[in-house]
């Protein structure tokens, strides 16, 4: 989409991205993981953090609901409004991307054309989407925040896989079910299928 204001141009700055990223000896990339609530999206992604800091590696992850507590506080679920989530956090994505950063993106992201979104903004060869294929039942029965019994009981609205749609990835990166894997063997596949592209 074009800026609202016309009368704007970029600046360009002396510092490339190619410079930022060889400044932090990495290759940029935003991990985009999508799921389920409950799934293990920050779970993973927080751990990924700390695997790929150990690494030698800068980071940031971007938590859906922790983003939702500020620069997306004025965002509701509804189909648009998740949609401006995704956006807004794609955009932050591939400026943290521009900084050298590899960025974790934890997000159910239920919409296919909203993570084609991301992925266009984010740019085709940065985007890696990993999808947690964790099934409904497992995620319903960890419920940790105690969300999926609200959303039985009617209390929470448009909540994904019970009153709204997920609509699994049709060609992710890489696909994993955390009922089967542990925490560390999921981020050690992460790691490899990085390190392999
Ligand atoms: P999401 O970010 O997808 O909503 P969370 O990471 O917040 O999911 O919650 C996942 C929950 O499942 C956590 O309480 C976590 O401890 C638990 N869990 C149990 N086994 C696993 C596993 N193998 N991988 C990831 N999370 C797991």
Same mark, same amino acid.
């Given at each position: ?7 704007? %141009? #970029? ?9 930022? =990223?060889? $400044? !932090?000896?990495?290759?940029? &990339?935003? @991990? ?48 648009? %409004? #998740? ?9 932050? =994505?591939? $400026? !943290?991307?521009?900084?050298? &950063?590899? @960025? ?94």
């Amino acid at each position: 989409m074009k800026p609202k204001q016309t009368n704007i %141009e #970029r600046f360009s700055g002396h510092v490339s991205s190619g410079d930022r =990223a060889a $400044l !932090l000896g990495q290759r940029p &990339l935003t @991990v985009w993981l999508t799921g389920l609530s409950a799934s293990g999206k920050s779970t993973i992604g927080y751990a990924l953090e700390r695997r790929l800091l150990s690494l030698g590696h800068a980071c940031y992850v971007l938590d859906g609901d922790n983003l939702r507590h500020g620069l997306n506080r004025d965002l509701g679920f509804s189909v648009t %409004e #998740r949609r401006e989530n995704i956006r807004r956090t794609a955009e932050m =994505a591939k $400026l !943290l991307n521009d900084a050298g &950063l590899i @960025v974790i993106a934890a997000l159910i992201s239920p919409r296919r054309d909203d993570r084609a979104m991301a992925r266009e903004i984010i740019g085709d060869s940065l985007f890696v989407e990993i999808y947690l294929s964790t099934p409904l039942d497992t995620c319903e029965q960890r419920d940790p925040k105690g969300l999926y019994a609200r959303a039985r009981c009617g209390e929470i609205a448009e909540f994904t896989g019970i009153s709204a749609p997920y609509e699994t990835p049709l060609d992710p990166d890489l696909t994993f079910d955390t009922s089967r894997t542990e925490i560390h063997a999921s981020v050690s596949l992460i790691v490899e299928h990085l390190q392999s592209r």
